[in-house]
T-cell receptor
Framework: NAGVTQTPKFQVLKTGQSMTLQCAQD?????MSWYRQDPGMGLRLIHY???????DQGEVPNGYNVSRSTTEDFPLRLLSAAPSQTSVYFC????????????FGDGTRLSIL | DAKTTQPPSMDCAEGRAANLPCNHS???????VYWYRQIHSQGPQYIIH???NNETNEMASLIITEDRKSSTLILPHATLRDTAVYYC?????????????FGKGTKLSVIP
């Protein structure tokens, strides 16, 4: 069972470069979200989507863009990478409805030099 | 969301039951208790959640006290692969967005 798949697993960028982190889920979940995890900071919500064509900002959206053209895919774009965006990025999905648990991918480890 | 308190670390012998406690004395009536874990270098993994009744699934059991102020996650036969940081989270998650906030959790070490 694939669940939530994130690519790439590792990436090194130079300051100012752009890239897209891919996230795909095969569970037909309506809700998808992106988190970043930094040492001592826990998980912080970047952007989320409650369905295709609908996205919204989380706690730390600056510097990131998202789109949701299909139920399965929820890519995260860094338009101009900055060293402060060095982090581990996790994508998660869940069913809509109350008290539905989130299912996470294995993360993308991003370093920006 | 209610605050939770967990011991920072625990050891468990392989094959024995691992009992991980969590205190959540300020839990509200509609808040659920969730457990996640994070194995080194992997994404957080959902384990189980419950409101007030005890719950069991293929991974674990969740025991919630009658006053709902504490709970225990039970891994019935711990294996080395269960070595991870375990997070107890209390929240009401509506149909829209909710942010999972992980505290420091309990680092469980399963010992051969």
């Amino acid at each position: 069972n694939a669940g939530v798949t994130q690519t790439p697993k590792f990436q090194v960028l130079k300051t100012g470069q752009s890239m897209t982190l891919q996230c795909a889920q095969d569970m037909n979940h309506e809700y998808m979200s992106w988190y970043r995890q930094d040492p001592g900071m826990g998980l912080r919500l970047i952007h989320y989507s409650v369905g295709a064509g609908i996205t919204d900002q989380g706690e730390v959206p600056n510097g990131y863009n998202v789109s949701r053209s299909t139920t399965e895919d929820f890519p995260l774009r860094l338009l101009s990478a900055a060293p402060s965006q060095t982090s581990v990025y996790f994508c998660a999905s869940r069913r809509t409805g109350v008290n539905q648990p989130q299912h996470f991918g294995d993360g993308t480890r991003l370093s920006i030099l | 969301d209610a605050k939770t308190t967990q011991p920072p670390s625990m050891d468990c012998a392989e094959g024995r039951a691992a009992n991980l406690p969590c205190n959540h004395s300020t839990i509200s009536g509609n808040e659920y208790v969730y457990w996640y874990r994070q194995i080194h270098s992997q994404g957080p993994q959902y384990i189980i959640h419950g409101l007030k009744n005890n719950e069991t699934n293929e991974m674990a059991s969740l025991i919630i006290t009658e006053d709902r102020k504490s709970s225990t996650l039970i891994l019935p036969h711990a294996t080395l692969r269960d070595t991870a940081v375990y997070y107890c989270i209390v929240l009401y998650s509506g149909a829209g967005s909710y942010q999972l906030t992980f505290g420091k959790g309990t680092k469980l070490s399963v010992i051969p």
